[in-house]
């Protein structure tokens, strides 16, 4: 039996093609993965990710266990900031990536993958020696992702909170439609955008409001398929492909999230050990210069022997190119390194390119 989003009914009856995601049922896509991807990058796209988990850490040594489980430097936040974190297990590989929001000194909200909040919930447990409330909240919120750039000017029409005043990575609580919501600027796809963190049984209403508000300023509702298409083109890493426990950050080319001056954290002396001997393999873009298109878990070879495997691939609508991210030996994830993709048990060639494809115009 798949887990059910709150709002499974409404996008069966909306006509969206329905999937098993992670062991949930997800809308795929409503008018098409292309359609939907263009409409967030030129005005607007509404996101269900009701299945995303909530995990809240508080007490008074709050900041100590956010500290040790994550790798990024939560002491860097003030209250209504939000970071881009790993969560590492003692071997360096991750648990999960997460964002982390801090509410107040004594409480911060963790935004959790899907398929991984119950493990994510266990790991920080396991490592609490401070003695802090640790709740796994998923049950308690939907979410909802407007991205794009007239999201914005959409949302203001629903909320009086001052949108032009929560800078990147800020968020603010408020109401959207009337309703209690938690507004966060940050987003998956490479676009300007919010999340929106409600109770489940407010979802549907603040759903259709957001449809109504932006049908003429182009917003459409949209998938998954097109939420991995926009990611991949802005290179942002999805578990279980580019990341996962066998892989550190330092592979992903996520060091930026490891802060080595903030103190010890879980993970860190693996790390430290990683990087004074050299990374072996790392993560590396590219584009098809021949017919095909490089799918996930595709063979890449140089040289014609193999080398590494694709991590996430597909068509980049924005750019009319056939790209993906790979794996490779350090000294050859450098770009500009001739690859083969191997499809259909044919190698393509490909050339190695850096990451991202994509940047939204400032």
Request: one cysteine or more.
């Amino acid at each position: 039996m798949l887990k059910q989003i709150p709002l499974a009914a409404l996008h069966r009856a909306a006509g969206a093609k329905m999937v098993d995601f992670g062991g949930w049922e997800m809308p795929l896509q409503y008018t098409g993965i292309l359609d939907e991807h263009r409409a967030v990058r030129t005005a607007a796209g509404l996101f269900d990710v009701s299945h995303m988990g909530e995990i809240e850490i508080r007490g008074p040594e709050a900041l100590q266990l956010v500290q040790w489980v994550t790798t990024n430097d939560a002491a860097r936040l003030a209250d209504g900031q939000a970071q881009y974190s790993g969560l590492l297990y003692e071997h360096g590989g991750f648990v999960d990536d997460i964002l982390v929001h801090r509410v107040a000194a004594n409480h911060y909200f963790l935004c959790v993958n899907a398929s991984n909040q119950d493990k994510d919930f266990e790991h920080i447990h396991s490592q609490n020696r401070w003695n802090c409330t640790v709740e796994n909240r998923g049950a308690d919120y939907a979410q909802l992702a407007i991205q794009g750039p007239r999201a914005a000017e959409i949302l203001q029409k629903l909320t009086p909170v001052e949108l032009a005043s929560i800078r990147y990575y800020r968020f603010r609580d408020g109401e959207v439609g009337g309703r209690p919501a938690r507004i966060a600027r940050t987003g998956y796809t490479g676009e300007d955008g919010f999340e929106l963190y409600i109770a489940p049984a407010d979802a549907a209403a603040i759903w259709q409001a957001l449809l109504d508000a932006g049908r003429d300023a182009g917003l459409r509702p949209c998938g998954l398929g097109a939420r991995n298409t926009l990611r991949m083109e802005a290179g942002m890493a999805l578990y279980g492909h580019e990341i996962d426990a066998s892989i550190t950050p330092l592979e992903a080319g996520l060091e930026w999230i490891v802060k080595w001056d903030k103190g010890d954290f879980c993970g860190r002396a693996r790390l430290e050990r990683q990087k004074a001997a050299g990374v072996r393999r790392k993560l590396i873009g590219f584009e098809m210069r021949g017919r095909g298109i490089g799918r996930d878990g595709y063979e890449v070879r140089v040289g014609g022997r193999p080398a590494g495997w694709v991590t996430s691939g597909g068509p980049a609508p924005t750019l009319n190119k056939n790209i993906g991210m790979c794996y490779l030996p350090a000294e050859l994830a450098r770009p500009g390194t001739a690859i083969e993709v191997v499809v259909r048990e044919q190698p393509v060639e490909a050339v190695t390119v850096p990451i991202p494809f994509y940047r939204r115009p400032k």
